[in-house]
């Protein structure tokens, strides 16, 4: 069975390196981008290397610069083509109100985690992933 493919949406080249060395840890295949509208090129690009390379879930930095992660999001479920994986689209962000978590959803992210704790957060993705490629 190949590594999950994971595409990190992060703006902060700190947290980037902290949660690429994490995730690959964990056995993970991780790209990164640093704005949501690297992080479309990127799914576009990984698309047209056939379905073993296509993005399974992306972590979406909610702040970003160039295209914050909300408007990456609502990009991503607008350009979703039929042929094309749909990836789990997971929210990163230090907001945890409820009025924030709608936003997210109504923008087409499927999860929501707090970036209080990182290596909270890592184990709680890989939980989340799981039970998702379990539950297809």
């Given at each position: 069975?190949r590594?999950?493919?994971?595409l990190?949406a992060?703006d902060?080249?700190?947290?980037?390196k902290?949660?690429?060395?994490?995730l690959?840890k964990?056995?993970?295949?991780?790209?990164?981008a640093a704005n949501?509208r690297?992080?479309?090129?990127l799914l576009?690009?990984?698309?047209?290397?056939?379905a073993?390379?296509?993005i399974?879930?992306?972590?979406m930095?909610?702040?970003?610069d160039v295209?914050?992660?909300i408007?990456c999001?609502?990009?991503?479920?607008q350009?979703?083509?039929?042929?094309?994986?749909?990836p789990?689209?997971i929210?990163?962000?230090?907001?945890?109100s409820?009025?924030?978590?709608?936003?997210c959803?109504e923008?087409g992210?499927?999860d929501?985690?707090?970036?209080?704790?990182?290596?909270?957060f890592?184990?709680?993705v890989s939980a989340?992933a799981i039970?998702?490629l379990?539950?297809c």
């Amino acid at each position: 069975m190949r590594p999950l493919q994971v595409l990190l949406a992060e703006d902060n080249v700190i947290n980037q390196k902290m949660m690429v060395m994490t995730l690959r840890k964990l056995g993970y295949d991780v790209l990164v981008a640093a704005n949501g509208r690297d992080c479309i090129q990127l799914l576009d690009r990984q698309a047209t290397l056939g379905a073993n390379a296509e993005i399974e879930v992306i972590l979406m930095d909610v702040s970003m610069d160039v295209m914050d992660g909300i408007e990456c999001t609502t990009v991503i479920r607008q350009q979703q083509m039929p042929h094309r994986k749909r990836p789990y689209i997971i929210a990163q962000t230090a907001n945890t109100s409820d009025d924030f978590r709608s936003r997210c959803a109504e923008a087409g992210m499927d999860d929501f985690l707090s970036k209080v704790s990182r290596c909270c957060f890592c184990y709680s993705v890989s939980a989340l992933a799981i039970s998702r490629l379990l539950s297809c």
